[in-house]
């Protein structure tokens, strides 16, 4: 029936040739709030694999604490350049620390300090704010690594369905739904 992580890392690779997006590898995550309200917000891909889809982020974000409550989340994707759109649903866990110490360490210096330096989705003073706390961070780490914050991680979503539509300007798009039916993947063709 088709494998739909196959089919996603080709589709990725597609994407991400020639890509005129500045933020290529950017995704919706979205979760579900403490009132059972959606929670839509942008992060960056980190891997794929047969255990699911990563991205990384603050364990007490607005985002991780939804996920600590209701693992239940959805990735959506719009590739406009290849007219791809793809959504996942599935159930989030956190990764492990040595994966999250290799995202880590891939990021760049700066980006180390900007994340060491904030609580993110905890209110903000005033907009010099921004520069103050990032100057303090970049004094305190002077001359040496910046370590991963005990708060900093990331998580897996762990696909139950991921749909994969190819865009026509005719609007018969091809909606492909790959669902998990016992051990494996079953798929389905749906109306566009
Ligand atoms: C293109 C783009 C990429 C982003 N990547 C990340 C990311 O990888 N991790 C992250 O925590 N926030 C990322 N953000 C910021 C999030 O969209 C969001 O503002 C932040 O995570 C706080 O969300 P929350 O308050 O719902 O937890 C990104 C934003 C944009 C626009």
């Known amino acids: 029936m088709g494998n739909p ?7 990725w690779q597609a994407a991400l040739a020639d890509s005129p997006l500045q933020q290529k590898n950017a995704v919706c995550v979205s979760t579900i709030d403490e009132n ?14 047969d255990t699911g889809f990563v991205f990384c982020t603050y364990f007490d974000s607005a985002k991780g604490r939804h996920i600590s409550q209701q693992p239940k ?3 959506t994707i719009w590739w406009d350049h290849v007219g791809y759109q793809i959504r996942i649903v599935g159930v989030t866990h956190l990764i492990s620390d040595a994966e999250a110490d290799y995202f880590w360490q891939s990021r760049s210096r700066s980006a180390q300090l900007t994340t060491t330096a904030f609580s993110q989705s905890e209110p903000l003073n005033s907009e010099h704010e921004l520069s103050t706390r990032l100057e303090e961070s970049s004094a305190h780490y002077a001359d040496r690594p910046v ?4 708060n900093w991680g990331g998580y897996r979503i762990k696909p139950i369905s991921i749909e994969f539509l190819t865009f026509r300007e005719s609007r018969l798009h091809l909606r492909e739904l790959f669902e ?3 051990d494996g993947w079953v798929k389905q063709l749906l109306q566009p």
């Open 5 to 11: 992580i196959i089919q996603f890392e080709r589709w």
């Open 36 to 49: 059972g309200f959606p929670s839509g917000r942008f992060v960056d891909l980190k891997a794929v694999s």
């Open 73 to 75: 989340t959805a990735m």
């Open 147 to 150: 370590p991963r914050p005990k």
């Open 180 to 182: 998990i039916k016992g």
